[in-house]
């Protein structure tokens, strides 16, 4: 039974880091315009980039991660 509850937190398909990358993007965008009006000019328009440019960075690794786990199998 906990092997799998378990795999409903492993991400095994590219398709599945997209949606997360997806929902991430979303929180993130909604976070910078909350900067942006928060902090308007330069400094709310630079936490904006910084919120959704994380989410970019936390995107490409898992994806690449994928990756790796196809290349090198499936010991976790």
Do not use: C, S
């Amino acid at each position: 039974m906990w092997k799998k509850i378990r795999r409903l937190f492993i991400i095994k398909t590219k398709f599945e880091a997209f949606l997360i990358t997806y929902a991430l993007a979303t929180g993130a965008v909604a976070r910078g315009q909350a900067y942006m009006v928060q902090y308007p000019g330069w400094g709310g328009k630079l936490l904006f980039l910084a919120a959704t440019g994380a989410v970019f960075m936390a995107g490409a690794k898992m994806i690449e991660a994928i990756e790796l786990h196809r290349t090198y199998g499936n010991d976790y």
